[in-house]
């Protein structure tokens, strides 16, 4: 059934979903480049020692990087499953 859809596409549209399914995939790259930034913060939140109300950051840090994770990876595949069955359309 999928090459079906593939094979009725002309060439500009099957482009385009390409080109969305190269985006997809940058989303999700930023997705956890954000999430590793926040962990990489909370860790350097925890190490400082001088400043002991400043490590209660940290475990929001890593609650951010968590969340964040999370929500490109269910963002990820509700995308690429619209995209394979053909009937995405933009948020």
Known sequence: MEND???ELIIRD???RQRT???NE???LSFIRTSLYFLVSGTALFEV???AHVSN???VAFVLSFCSLIIGV???FKVKKRL???NYKPM
Request: proline content about 0%; cysteine-free.
């Open 14 to 16: 099957y482009l385009a």
């Open 21 to 23: 399914t190269l985006a």
């Open 5 to 7: 859809f593939e094979n």
């Open 84 to 86: 394979k069955i053909g």
């Open 49 to 51: 020692e001088k400043l």
């Open 26 to 28: 940058r989303t999700l």
């Open 74 to 76: 269910i963002n990820y």
């Open 57 to 59: 950051l940290g475990y």
